[in-house]
């Protein structure tokens, strides 16, 4: 799987356990994140993200910063893309299943690395379940 990940400075550590993890797994990791604490603007580590997700260049996006809204509000801009803003791994289920979410976004001060690395696992291994769910997704961009 391709998977596109990318962080401001609240997140350079959780972007490394996490890249650690999907690529013990095999996947292949894009890393437009930052790799340092000092001030960073998210925007400019979401739009490259959304941009593979959107060109189909990347399975998944994964965005981190402090409370994971805002990077999550900049990838919602994208056509195509739906980012969900789960910080636990019961959020991360329901907004695959329900939501064909195909960006994740983490809030890096709301949760542990540990609890991170599990809800990019929960993601990633949950498959939309479409039925009555398809056409709520099918509404969600605008027309």
């Not at 490394?16 to 960073?40: C, F, M, P, W």
């Not at 399975?59 to 195509?80: L, Q």
């Not at 949760?111 to 056409?135: K, P, W, Y």
Request: with cysteine; glycine share 10%.
């Amino acid at each position: 799987m391709k998977i596109s990940i990318g962080n401001d400075h609240a997140g350079p550590d959780y972007k490394k356990a996490i890249v650690h993890y999907l690529e013990s797994k095999g996947h292949q990791v894009t890393n437009y994140g930052t790799d340092s604490e000092d001030s960073v603007d998210y925007p400019d580590f979401g739009h490259p993200v959304a941009n593979d997700v959107e060109e189909g260049k990347a399975d998944f996006g994964i965005v981190i910063c402090g409370s994971g809204n805002g990077i999550a509000m900049t990838v919602n801009k994208h056509a195509g893309v739906r980012a969900g803003l789960c910080w636990t791994k019961e959020i991360a289920y329901l907004t695959r299943l329900h939501n064909d979410a195909n960006v994740l976004s983490i809030p890096a001060r709301f949760t542990s690395i540990q609890q991170a690395v599990e809800i990019v696992e929960t993601f990633l291994a949950t498959d939309f379940e479409g039925g009555r769910h398809q056409n709520r997704v099918n509404k969600i961009a605008c027309q």
